[in-house]
């Protein structure tokens, strides 16, 4: 099969289409002729040597897949089975930028008649995050206010859609006014630019009280800040690490204002884990997106020999949502 593949960490120039071995399905896995997948800020850093796979899962890159069960087990029951021919889409651990992949069966979700492989593709990665971060781990209610961090991202913009299904108030920041507007078509309710003081506008949409929930994909960058954003009760998701990771935290704030702050990443979870998240997104995600009150929001769309270009326009931040490669 054909895949992406590096040889030594470096930029997008290290990326090449070779031919390597099909993947190897074990009992209870499904092979997947996969005709779309989707980037992901790890796959950027996995290329430049900073976030190896797994240990036991595939060193290609790439962690969402969409495409037709080329292999099943014969005697494989109840919901979650799948025959040859079926329309599957999800996240893997990697081996995402290949012509097939293997992944747990209970971990492939039916795609919906109203969604292209590509725009499947779009989902998992996005979709699986925003709605861990605002519901599992933030706790988001009807009528609460959510700060979600890089608003025009793929979670950003699955983020914006939940949040706002739910009936929150969503504020969001990015890095321009044409971001922005588009987070405003989503349904957010107020935009920060990158670099103005979000902490302000806050409390000032929230007269003074502070945000419930924040989505932060920046890290140690925004710690200060996203502190200071919080009302008492607030919680704080932190999904990535874009602006480092350590911080000088003051307790006593935490304390006295009873915060709480929570991390999460999915990569490397133990497979329980990843299938009670699949379980919470085919129940309360999925139907939604079949029936289009939920949209993955695509970039572009760039065919397997383009990936340098595709990641290219990612580390320059230029994407409005997923940037998708078509096998």
């Known amino acids: 099969m054909r895949a992406i593949v590096f040889d030594r960490p470096g930029g997008v120039e290290v990326l090449r289409v070779a031919e390597v071995a099909d993947p190897a399905r074990g009992a209870g896995e499904l092979l997947v002729r996969n005709f779309a997948t989707a980037l992901n800020r790890a796959d950027i850093l996995q290329r ?25 087990d014969a005697d494989a029951g109840g919901s979650g089975a799948y025959s040859v021919g079926d329309r599957v889409f999800g996240l893997i651990a990697g081996g995402g930028y290949a012509e097939k992949v293997r992944v747990p069966t209970g971990l492939a979700l039916p795609i919906p008649d109203t969604l292209s492989f590509e725009a499947a593709a779009a989902v998992p990665e996005v979709f699986f995050t925003a709605n861990e971060a605002l519901f599992t781990h933030g706790g988001l209610r009807a009528g609460e206010t959510v700060l979600i961090h890089a608003g025009a991202s793929g979670v950003g913009t699955a983020a914006i859609q939940l949040a706002r299904r739910l009936g929150a108030t969503v504020i969001t920041t990015a890095g321009s006014q044409e971001k922005l507007e588009r987070c405003r078509e989503l349904g957010a309710d107020h935009g920060v630019l990158r670099g103005e003081d979000f902490a302000t506008r806050a409390r000032d949409v929230t007269g003074g009280r502070g945000v419930d929930v924040i989505v932060d994909c920046v890290g140690a960058a925004y710690w200060d ?51 009670a998240i699949a379980e919470r997104f085919r129940r309360d995600v999925l139907p939604d997106l079949a029936a289009g009150r939920l949209k993955p929001v695509i970039d572009s769309v760039h065919m397997l020999e383009d990936v340098q270009a595709a990641h290219r326009r990612m580390e320059e931040n230029l994407n409005i949502g997923k940037i998708v490669l078509r096998m």
């Open 225 to 275: 800040a996203n502190v200071a954003a919080l009302a008492r009760d607030g919680r704080l998701v932190v999904i990535g690490l874009l602006g480092g990771a350590r911080v000088e935290a003051d307790l006593a704030t935490i304390v006295m204002r009873r915060l709480r702050v929570v991390g999460t990443a999915m990569r490397g979870l133990p497979l329980a884990d990843k299938l």
């Open 48 to 72: 430049l040597g900073r976030y190896p796979p797994p240990p036991g899962e595939s060193e290609i890159l790439g962690l969402e897949f969409a495409g037709e069960v080329l292999e099943a």
